[in-house]
């Protein structure tokens, strides 16, 4: 049996593959101080749902985009080293964090495996070696569970459903903030929600569609 995401806590949405979630994450000092939870998704899923195409399939952004996430580490004074391929499949992990319930430091270490110390979580040597670092050698069992699966396929609805669109994404006061450069705002929304009910805020939150072809998804 699956168990639907509580919308009315913090949420923090997360996938391994993304290089800015490890950045993000590492940031967790900065966090507004509530007690987020901590909620695997798969990102690709949410690209399909809503028709986007991945960073990644697009060769210049793709070079832009690890490029970033390399000068972003540098400035943050992050270590940071890039595993030997990417995208990767990120579903072990995901599937590993699933079934633990991972919190902040379980999670961490998992990111860290793969983003700092630079491997890949996908072959079945580093996945074990993973699942001792984390203090789960039994992971490579626990992930083979229908129900774990299940359960982060719920994940995956859940967020869809709350229009959660990318990682990593908080989930905040009923309002999504998506992205590692959106910290600040995050921070700052936590201090002054009101700002969020500005006149401003709520015209461009609601601007009409001013082309012809309107996408099924558009408001």
């Known amino acids: 049996m699956t168990v639907g995401i509580d919308a009315q806590q913090p949420?923090?949405?997360?996938?391994?593959?993304?290089?800015?979630?490890?950045?993000?994450?590492?940031?967790?000092?900065?966090?507004?101080?509530?007690?987020?939870?901590?909620?695997?998704?798969?990102?690709?899923?949410?690209?399909?749902?809503?028709?986007?195409?991945s960073a990644y399939s697009v060769p210049a952004k793709?070079?832009?985009?690890?490029?970033?996430?390399?000068?972003?580490?540098?400035q943050l004074g992050i270590p940071y080293k890039m595993p030997p391929a990417h995208p990767f499949d990120s579903m072990k992990p995901l599937l590993l964090a699933t079934a633990a319930n991972g919190d902040v430091q379980f999670v961490r270490e998992i990111f860290r495996f793969i983003w700092r110390d630079g491997r890949d979580p996908s072959s079945d040597e580093?996945?074990?070696?993973?699942?001792?670092?984390?203090?789960?050698?039994?992971?490579?069992?626990?992930i083979q569970d229908e129900a774990v699966k299940a359960q982060l396929q719920r994940n995956t609805a859940d967020a869809i459903d709350l229009g959660v669109y990318g990682v990593p994404t908080f989930r905040l006061n009923d309002q999504l903030f998506w992205g590692e450069d959106a910290l600040p705002m995050v921070l700052y929304c936590a201090r002054t929600p009101n700002w969020l009910e500005s006149r401003e805020v709520k015209r461009i939150s609601s601007l009409p569609w001013g082309l012809a072809d309107k996408p099924a998804s558009a408001p």
Request: glycine share 6%; with cysteine; aromatic share 20%.
């Open 62 to 74: 793709r070079t832009f985009m690890y490029r970033h996430a390399l000068f972003r580490a540098e």
């Open 11 to 53: 949420l923090w949405f997360y996938d391994f593959v993304s290089p800015f979630t490890y950045l993000l994450l590492e940031q967790h000092d900065k966090w507004p101080g509530m007690d987020f939870a901590f909620t695997p998704v798969v990102l690709n899923d949410l690209y399909r749902h809503w028709g986007q195409r």
């Open 126 to 142: 580093a996945f074990a070696e993973l699942c001792e670092r984390v203090g789960r050698p039994d992971g490579p069992e626990l």
